[in-house]
């Protein structure tokens, strides 16, 4: 299992804990869409913090959306998750290219810069559940803990890390989603936050080691954490010829016949995976035939 979440509870069952190791699946997603450094690190933070989400939901036809809006040159990053441990996504504009900050750190706030973070929540019900909260950083990590207090009314510490390799490959990549339950003690909530905030970024955690588990114990260890389960998590991306057929249809009849009369055939590109589908004459003609 290379990429996984461990579900975790701590302090008595007052604080809830989600750690996740996710290398090979920012790595996944950065191969599919050629990103620059930058653009890696932002889309695999919040591919890291959407794939945690997921797994918070109940059902098992549950999903969740994270997009985030801003003015920055990215654009727009939208990721998906379920409850599987699913999860695909993709970065607007995937070849922005900044100079590092001073502190020689990739520049993701101004990469994403000022806007919004919306999240929608497909529970199953009529209508889907949409909250969403102003960007306070574009650091990502920070942008999630903000959603989580303003729109869910929920306390929570997000840390989100993708480190990249002089090579433009992952070298590590991770994060976590901790919060606090409703009968949590003063005291536990005071060391917690003293704990957390001389925690070192979990990248960095990454290179003394990679085991999950241990890395979870050495930072927590004195709240008594209990781990629940492990979940494998993938970049998994859902398209289909016949999703994309009905793509197609869905322009209607009339648009339908022009394609087919100006150019005989259609490429469509996912925007998730970037796998092309290709559609001849012949293929078009049916779905004309259906779109009528």
């Known amino acids: 299992m290379k990429n996984y979440v461990i579900r975790a509870i701590a302090a008595d069952k007052s604080i809830s804990i989600f ?14 869409h050629n990103t620059t450094p930058v653009a890696t690190a ?17 059902g098992e036809q549950n999903k969740l959306s994270v997009q985030i809006k801003g003015d920055g040159p990215l654009k727009e990053i939208l990721a998906v998750a379920d409850n599987l441990g699913n999860v695909k996504g993709y970065v607007a504009n995937p070849s922005v290219d900044l100079p590092l900050r001073q502190d020689g750190k990739l520049d993701v706030s101004s990469a994403v810069g000022n806007g919004k973070m919306i999240v929608i929540k497909d529970l199953g019900l009529k209508e889907p559940y949409s909250g969403q909260s102003d960007l306070v950083s574009g650091e990502i990590a920070e942008d999630f ?48 936050e003293e704990r957390l905030k001389w925690m070192p970024p979990i990248t960095q955690l990454m290179e003394i080691t990679t085991d999950g588990e241990e890395m979870l114990r050495m930072v927590l260890d004195e709240f008594d954490v209990e781990i629940l389960d492990k979940k494998e998590v993938n970049f998994v991306c859902d398209c289909s010829v016949r999703k994309l057929e009905k793509a197609l249809i869905s322009v209607g009849a009339k ?38």
């Open 19 to 32: 750690f996740a190791i996710t290398t090979d699946l920012v790595e996944e997603a950065r191969k599919k």
């Open 255 to 292: 648009d339908l016949k022009e394609i087919i009369e100006e150019d005989g055939q259609a490429e469509l590109t996912c925007h998730f995976c970037n796998t092309k589908y290709h559609f001849d004459k012949e293929h078009l003609e049916r779905l004309y035939e259906e779109a009528q």
């Open 42 to 58: 932002a889309l695999g933070r919040t591919l890291t913090g959407a794939v945690i989400m997921g797994l918070m939901l109940k």
């Open 145 to 192: 803990t903000a959603y989580f207090a303003y729109s869910e009314q929920q306390p929570s510490a997000v840390g989100l890390g993708v480190l990249v390799d002089r090579d433009e490959t992952v070298k590590s990549a991770g994060g976590f989603i901790i919060q606090v339950l409703p009968d949590v003690q003063e005291e536990v909530l005071t060391r917690l």
